[in-house]
């Protein structure tokens, strides 16, 4: 019966050492991993500053291509509006909206290259599909790896953007298409009455 008692007086007394040893050294080593993980959490450095790097180089392309596109379709259609067909400013509009559509492409196609480049998809199908439904705000078809989930989103307010900016531009466009409608057949009914 001696022996009996000997092994919980025994027993207990690593334990606790060992406990206080580890909440010495391990508290802070703890402490500090999940910190350090709360803030990788909070704020993910790789995708933010990739993306919204991107985001700004997407931004920047619209603004240089849409200032060319307009002041194109300024221009001719002044020329179109000298001219007695009505046709050449429906020429002018249709040309022009696929100016605006190939913009857009091209965009997807700016971020399909960072996508591959930056070794996040694989692929170019799958890069261009993923980039064409994040920027229209379809939703991804797929799941990037964890370091890169905020990169879908910006990759929506990219297209966000400039759609809003082409719907406002295009507006104008429509405006001046009908004007230059207007002015033809206005131009066309006085020439077709008989003069005096």
Known sequence: ????????????????????????????????????????????????????????????????????????????????????????ADLLFAATVVALLSLHMAEVFVWSVALVFGNIVEGWARASYFAANCYTALGEPFSLPHAWRLLPPIIAISGIFTFAWTASVLVNFVARYNDLRAETMARREKGGKPKE
């Open 1 to 88: 019966m001696s022996g009996h008692p000997a092994t919980p007086d025994k027993m207990p007394s690593p334990a606790p050492a060992t406990a206080s040893a580890s909440g010495t050294d391990g508290s802070h080593t703890a402490t500090g991993a999940v910190v350090e993980t709360v803030l990788t959490e909070a704020l993910p450095v790789p995708d933010m500053v990739f993306g919204g790097g991107m985001l700004v180089l997407v931004i920047m392309f619209h603004a240089f291509w849409i200032r060319l596109i307009t002041s194109s379709f300024l221009k001719r259609s002044k020329s179109a509006g000298a001219h007695a067909g009505p046709w050449r």
